[in-house]
């Protein structure tokens, strides 16, 4: 079993701290990893190495951090499959899944190696005789991430790439579930150049989360994880006077018009639905069935009844176990909750345990059917491989549905009308909308753009909003005497 290291001052040490946090292996329950919770020593140091970091890193031209950026995507690549088993491992995952884990997380780094033409300011030439006004995009300083266990590779490398390219250095907590992928990552962006600060690990849970964001040298706090830590951060986080975005939970609903097609919405909603084992943020946790398209929910629940859980390794297996005891425990209580209140449950997946590996955190695909707003099952995000069914007559009930649910992250319709799907995506409050795709998730080039309880802050994750989170504005108002109007007797005159 391997002690997890701290990444401090570019070098990967160990903490003098007596408290440890087993990893385990979510397929069995054997401990893999120990992380050590980080004492405030360890934070201090890496803390101080990043802002002694700053002051030479936010000199180094645009173009250099670029191509820091360049060999980090590069080596990533190299090292696509390694990551990918690291991360299977330790979150169950299957290796398809957690290759795609992997590559959103390479294609914001490639995005971050174009950091030059999103810092780009702006200038307007004479605002008043003589007088030149223009911007610069200038970097924060130190940044702090937290991170969740379910994307170890993607949401981490939503953070660090794009503040460091800004300029900016950089603190990463990342999840205490699955901490050996965000480490391998820092390995290979040491690798890449990175100097010596620019990126610090320190490990921990909540304490540490809370010393690091009353720091008052962390000028900005990115967060993802759920809804109430999300608003703990939040709060504490501009309570300290400092920049957040938090990308909290959700709860995806997917409209089905009565003339999609069929075929194509059954595919979709199994991966989408239980696919990872429901643990996504964007994945569809909710079906809405209008008018007679609820007669195909038969017909998809015995289609998600076929998907298998298994290991990561199997190539037949749907998805894998849930990441803990824990989570899978309250997955459980959930799928009770729900036949408790009155829910059919088409399929029933609570007693599903994979043989030989009856330790693990396992829990079937699971339907619910007939289910109404007021019940726990619809109302909570249930972050396990469970679907929700709801019917309703019409489109604009489906949209009243969606949007009278607190979250916002993604939503998405199937339909054959251009004139469905424009109504749909102008009416629902919702920040990412897909029309005949299930999970619509923003390219690097946009950005993750989650609304109400699924994220606090105003500027999102990555894309020019990403640079905008990590970067200042500086206006700049210039004259230059020449010899002729080197007196100037009114300045208030000149600028009026
Ligand atoms: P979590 O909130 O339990 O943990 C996230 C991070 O916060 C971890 O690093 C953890 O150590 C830290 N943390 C936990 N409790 C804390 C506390 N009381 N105070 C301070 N820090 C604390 O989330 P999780 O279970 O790791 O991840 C799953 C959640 O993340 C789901 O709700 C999911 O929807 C959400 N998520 C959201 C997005 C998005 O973009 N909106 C993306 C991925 C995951």
Redesign the pocket.
């Known amino acids: 079993m391997n002690t997890v290291a701290q990444l401090i001052n570019g070098q990967f040490v160990t903490s003098t701290s007596s408290q440890f946090i087993m990893v385990q292996d979510p397929a069995t329950n054997e401990d893999i990893s120990q992380i050590p919770v980080s004492t405030t020593h360890d934070m201090e140091e890496a803390i101080q190495s990043a802002q002694k970091a700053f002051t030479s890193w936010k000199k180094v031209p645009v173009s250099e951090r670029a191509r820091v950026m360049l060999r980090y995507q590069h080596l990533l690549k190299q090292h696509h499959d390694e990551i990918a088993i690291i991360l299977s491992k330790e979150t169950g995952k299957t290796f398809e899944d957690a290759k795609g884990d992997v590559w959103r997380g390479i294609e914001v780094v490639e995005q971050a190696a174009n950091v030059a033409s999103l810092m780009m300011g702006e200038t307007v030439e004479n605002v008043a005789r003589n007088i030149d006004s223009y911007s610069m995009v200038q970097p924060l300083g130190v940044c702090l991430g937290?991170?969740?266990?379910?994307?170890p590779a993607m949401?981490p490398l939503w953070m660090f790439p794009m503040a460091i390219a800004c300029g900016n250095t950089f603190v990463l907590?990342?999840?205490?579930?699955d901490p050996n992928t965000p480490m391998k990552l820092a390995e290979l962006f040491m690798q890449a150049g990175a100097p010596d600060g620019v990126l610090n690990i320190v490990h921990?849970?909540?304490e540490q989360?809370?010393f690091l964001l009353s720091h008052d040298a962390i000028k900005a706090v990115s967060?993802?994880?759920?809804?109430l830590?999300?608003q703990?951060?939040y709060k504490t986080a501009t309570q300290n006077m400092k920049r957040a975005q938090c990308?909290?939970?959700?709860k995806n609903h997917l409209v089905v018009m009565p003339d999609a097609n069929k075929k194509q919405v059954i595919n979709n909603l199994v991966g989408a639905s239980v696919g990872a084992a429901g643990q996504?943020?964007m994945a569809i946790s909710v079906a809405v069935f209008v008018g007679n398209s609820k007669e195909w929910i038969d017909q998809l629940a015995e289609k998600i009844g076929e998907v298998k859980p298994g290991l990561w390794d199997d190539p037949k297996a749907g998805f894998g176990p849930l990441i803990s005891a824990q989570a899978k425990a309250r997955v459980l209580a959930l799928i009770e909750s729900g036949k408790q209140a009155g829910a059919t449950c088409l399929v029933d997946g609570s007693q599903f345990s994979l043989a030989q590996y009856e330790q693990g955190n396992w829990i079937g695909p699971t339907v619910f059917t007939n289910v109404s707003t007021d019940m726990e099952i619809y109302q909570q995000?249930i972050?396990g491989p469970v679907l929700c069914c709801i019917q309703v007559d019409t489109l604009a009930q489906a949209i009243k549905l969606i949007n009278e649910n607190p979250f916002g992250?993604g939503t998405s319709i199937f339909t054959a009308s251009g004139a469905a799907a424009r109504t749909f995506q102008s009416e629902v409050q919702v920040g990412q909308i897909g029309i005949n795709i299930p999970i619509p998730v923003a390219l690097p080039f946009f950005s993750?753009t989650?609304w109400k309880n699924?994220?606090y802050g105003d500027l999102h994750a990555y894309g020019k909003q990403g640079a905008r989170f990590y970067t200042e504005t500086k206006t700049i108002t210039a004259r230059w005497f020449d010899d002729e109007s080197a007196v100037v007797p009114n300045m208030s005159i000149n600028l009026r």
Do not use: D, L, M, Y
């Open positions: 937290i991170t969740p266990f379910n994307f949401i907590k990342p999840s205490e579930q921990g849970g909540k989360v809370n967060f993802v994880g759920s809804v830590v999300g703990h951060i990308f909290a939970g959700a996504r943020c995000e972050f992250n993750f989650g699924s994220f």
